[in-house]
C-alpha cells in the first residue's frame, strides 16, 4: 500500500521560505506523478502543483508561479515543494497525493489521485 508523509510546514513570516517534503513508500516513487494541494480554513482544496513520473513535466498553479517549484529526487523516493516570497495567502494544510496512472505529465485536479499523506500546516504570518 502506497503511504506519502508530508514534512517541512510550519510558522514563517511574510516573504519567508519554506521547502516541504513528501516521501513515499510502499512502492517506487518513478511509478507515479505526485502532485501538491493545499486547503484553507473555508475555501476550496486548490492544486498548487504538479510533477510527472519521470520528472521532466510539471505544473505550476497560476496562485504560486514564479514562487513555487516542485522537484523530486527519485532514489531518495521524496518529492519537493520549494516555496519562496511566501504571502498570508498560502496559509493552509499542504497535501502530496500520487496518481495511479502512467501519463505523459500530470494532472492539476485532485480526482485524478487516489493516495494522499496526512498534510502539513503552513502559516505565513508575522
Known amino acids: 500500500q502506497l503511504q506519502l508523509v508530508e514534512s517541512g510546514g510550519g510558522l514563517v513570516q511574510p516573504g519567508g521560505s519554506l521547502r516541504l517534503s513528501c516521501v513515499v513508500s510502499?512502492?517506487?516513487?518513478?511509478?507515479?506523478?505526485i502532485g501538491w494541494f493545499r486547503q484553507a480554513p473555508g475555501k476550496e482544496q486548490e492544486g498548487v502543483s504538479c510533477?510527472?513520473?519521470?520528472?521532466?513535466?510539471?505544473w505550476v498553479g497560476d496562485s504560486v508561479k514564479d514562487r513555487f517549484t516542485i522537484s523530486r529526487e527519485n532514489d531518495k523516493n521524496t518529492v519537493y515543494l520549494q516555496m519562496n516570497s511566501l504571502k498570508s495567502d498560502d496559509t493552509a494544510v499542504y497535501y502530496c497525493?500520487?496518481?495511479?496512472?502512467?501519463?505523459?505529465?500530470?494532472?492539476?485536479?485532485?480526482?485524478?489521485?487516489?493516495?494522499w499523506g496526512q498534510g502539513t500546516q503552513v502559516t505565513v504570518s508575522s
Open positions: 497525493a500520487a496518481d495511479p496512472l502512467i501519463r505523459l505529465g500530470c494532472l492539476s485536479t485532485p480526482e485524478y489521485y487516489d493516495s
Open positions: 510533477i510527472s513520473s519521470s520528472g521532466g513535466s510539471t
Open positions: 510502499g512502492s517506487r516513487l518513478d511509478r507515479y506523478a
